[in-house]
């Protein structure tokens, strides 16, 4: 199975910070690699799909880059409702696996 | 718009099965694959396995073989997963998602094993 090293496990931020979260595959991927953002007692949602595709509906602050085995999420500036769980997941070969999540909270 | 409908929380005894659904709408039920996810404080975000509505092929994680079924009605455009021989280590919230790098998910369904 492909292990997602997700870093850091807990971020603390402001709103209007820049911040980066990092997900490392223990293969290439391949760019199959989504970001999910999760809030408490709901379901995950999509934010980036393939590395660097923004899903429909979801602010231009955030953006993907990566390739290969390494991955990043970037938000460009944080607003109030961005704090929650974020998690990677590669999809690049079956079973399909995640990261163990980065818990964005308010500094 | 897309949307999967789960079915209620269960609360289940140790050794019996249960089957969760996941009503989808929306969109045209054959021409996506749907995943079913587990998730646990402890063990974090897991991938159960994935169902071809169109053809009914399965794909399963080996850890969940044996104890995870997945269906699906074409006519009612519903999944189905079955959990056998249950114990309390499948007390999760379990989830459907469509598509290979799921895009829309159900709301979960919390399963609780417990006598």
């Known amino acids: 199975d492909i292990q997602m090293t997700q870093s850091p496990s807990l971020l603390s931020a402001s709103v209007g910070d820049r911040v980066t979260i990092n997900c490392k595959a223990s293969?290439?991927?391949?760019?199959?690699l989504n970001w999910y953002q999760q809030k408490l007692g709901e379901a995950p949602k999509l934010l980036i799909y393939?590395?660097?595709n923004l899903q429909t509906g979801i602010p231009s602050r955030f953006s993907g880059s990566g390739s290969g085995t390494d991955y990043t999420l970037t938000i460009s500036s944080l607003q109030p409702e961005d704090f929650g769980t974020y998690f990677c997941?590669?999809?690049?070969?079956?079973?399909?696996?995640f990261g163990a999540g980065t818990k964005l909270e308010l500094k | 718009q897309v949307q999967l409908q789960q079915s209620g929380a269960e609360l289940v005894k140790p050794g019996t099965s249960v089957k969760l659904s996941c009503k989808a709408s929306g969109y045209t039920f054959t021409s996506n694959h749907m995943n079913w996810i587990k998730q646990t404080t402890g063990q974090g975000l897991e991938w159960i396995g994935i169902?071809?509505?169109?053809?009914?092929?399965?794909s399963y994680n080996v850890k969940f073989k044996g104890k995870a079924t997945l269906t699906v009605d074409k006519s009612s455009s519903t999944a189905f997963m079955q959990l056998s021989s249950l114990t309390p280590e499948d007390s999760a919230v379990y989830y459907c998602?469509?598509?290979?790098?799921?895009?829309?998910w159900g709301q979960g369904v919390m399963v609780t094993v417990s006598s």
């Open positions: 169902i071809n509505p169109g053809s009914g092929g399965t």
């Open positions: 997941f590669q999809h690049n070969s079956w079973p399909d696996t």
């Open positions: 998602a469509r598509n290979m790098g799921p895009d829309y």
């Open positions: 293969q290439n991927i391949n760019k199959y």
């Open positions: 393939n590395t660097n």
